[in-house]
């Protein structure tokens, strides 16, 4: 699904705004048109009721804010072999294969459904989150061919090195990421 298409953007947003343009969709489709056609119009609401039961169900496994707090805290406070086993329990409860590298750049391999996705998680709880941990990132994907990478941080990057990630196509976990990931591992 396109990052930006209409329905990727109610699969970010609170479920009951796809309910009421499924509502809405189906209120006038019996207002405009005749009352033999009008329920075959109501149908094009279908799809937003998927999407809104879809977002119902995800926003409700999601932890609540003081949870996804309270994990975050947790996990600053964790030393790295911990930490990078949580990881990796959270991305195993998603279905992945976790293979541990501790190589300069690449902290953990991802694997699933023949794709490969290499992890940098080390600098988790760094102040400065600059470009150089991103390119020695991108140089193990390219090495290790792999087809994503994943930076991990608790920190918001600068902005040179999210324009650069956004353009090398590295997907970043932050703090919201990284909380729901950790909640799937508990």
């Known amino acids: 699904m396109a990052e930006n298409s209409l329905f990727a953007i109610l699969m970010r947003s609170r479920w009951w705004i796809s309910f009421a343009i499924c509502a809405a969709v189906a209120l006038i489709s019996f207002a405009a048109f005749p009352k033999d056609i009008a329920p075959f119009a109501a149908l094009g609401a279908f799809p937003f009721f998927i999407v809104?039961?879809?977002?119902?169900?995800?926003?409700?496994?999601?932890?609540?804010?003081?949870?996804?707090?309270?994990?975050?805290?947790?996990?600053?406070?964790?030393?790295?072999?911990?930490?990078?086993?949580?990881?990796?329990?959270?991305?195993?409860?998603?279905?992945?294969?976790?293979?541990?590298?501790?190589?300069?750049?690449?902290?953990?391999?991802?694997?699933?459904?023949?794709?490969?996705?290499?992890?940098?998680?080390?600098?988790?709880?760094?102040?400065?989150?600059?470009?150089?941990?991103?390119?020695?990132?991108?140089?193990?994907?390219q090495k290790l061919e792999a087809s994503h990478a994943v930076y991990v941080t608790l920190q918001p990057l600068t902005e040179n090195a999210a324009a650069w990630a956004k353009q090398q196509q590295i997907a970043v976990l932050g703090p919201a990421e990284i909380a729901l990931l950790l909640a799937k591992a508990k």
Do not use: H, M
């Not at 995800?58 to 805290?73: E, F, I, T, V």
């Not at 760094?126 to 991103?134: D, I």
């Open 52 to 141: 809104g039961c879809i977002a119902a169900y995800k926003q409700l496994r999601a932890p609540s804010a003081a949870q996804a707090q309270q994990l975050l805290d947790e996990c600053a406070a964790l030393p790295w072999k911990q930490f990078s086993q949580r990881l990796a329990a959270g991305w195993q409860a998603e279905g992945y294969g976790v293979e541990f590298l501790n190589q300069n750049g690449a902290d953990l391999r991802l694997t699933r459904k023949g794709q490969t996705t290499v992890v940098q998680a080390k600098r988790w709880k760094a102040a400065n989150q600059g470009l150089e941990p991103l390119r020695e990132l991108q140089v193990q994907q």
